[in-house]
């Protein structure tokens, strides 16, 4: 079976400060794929990263970055000097692969509250 | 352009009435998602489709009517409902159902409807 455990519920940080949002996962999938989106209060869930199964490189993106480890099974997600901006809830998200897909399956999500 | 329209932004409605929930995109996406997400809770799978054919039910029930009349527009249609059906209807949709190397299955959503039975 497939499941994505975000164990930290909510989040509280001082503007500027680094902040690491945790995600593992389990699948017995060798084809699968990663995926965080952000869901800011006005509900539209924003995708931010895809990664597949086969591509273990980290990622950056201005002051996002992202640390994909199969070995732990783990894919986190960084925000650099964080703003109040980024106050939202963050949802990790795997996806089957080959003929399976179509179904994404979420975390519980992380609330991350950014204060000034 | 990832945009995935919603309409109605709110809906209200009584236990007997009929409603409908719209979703349209513009962006050459083959599948589309209704997803339904309670307050504090992920978004859970509702229905997927792929070229305009329902692909995946999740044992919803039949209050809950699907709709794909044509590639660009999804439409949820209510009857029945309960209370306990209000949420936040999102919808999605992506090049493809499947995953590839190049991306297609990425979902973009729409900002939802939140929906109250009453």
């Known amino acids: 079976a497939q499941k994505v455990t975000q164990a930290q519920t909510e989040i509280s940080v001082v503007e500027k400060e680094d902040v690491t949002l945790d995600c593992v996962y389990e699948t017995r999938d060798t084809t699968y794929y990663l995926f965080w989106y952000k869901q800011p209060p006005s509900g539209e869930l924003v995708f931010l990263i895809r990664r597949n199964s086969f591509d273990e490189q980290n990622e950056i993106s201005g002051r996002y970055s992202w640390n994909f480890q199969k070995s732990t099974s783990s894919f986190n997600f960084t925000i650099t000097a964080s703003q109040v901006v980024d106050s939202a809830v963050y949802f990790c998200a795997l996806s089957r692969g080959n003929n399976q897909g179509g179904k994404l399956i979420f975390g519980q999500g992380t609330e991350l509250s950014v204060k000034p | 352009d990832t945009e995935v329209t919603q309409t109605p932004k709110h809906l209200v409605m009584g236990m007997t009435n009929k409603k409908s929930l719209k979703c349209e995109q513009h962006?050459?996406?083959?599948?589309m998602y209704w997803y339904k997400q309670k307050a504090k809770k992920p978004p859970e799978l509702m229905f997927v489709y792929s070229y305009e054919k329902l692909s995946i039910n999740e044992s919803v029930p039949s209050r809950f009517s699907p709709e794909c009349p044509n590639s660009s527009l999804l439409n949820l249609h209510l009857h029945a409902l309960q209370p306990e059906d209000s949420a936040l209807y999102l919808c999605?949709?992506?090049?493809?159902?499947?995953?590839?190397?190049?991306?297609?299955?990425?979902?973009?959503f729409g900002a939802g409807t939140r929906l109250s039975v009453l």
């Open positions: 999605a949709s992506s090049q493809e159902l499947q995953g590839t190397s190049l991306a297609k299955n990425i979902q973009y």
């Open positions: 962006m050459g996406h083959r599948a």
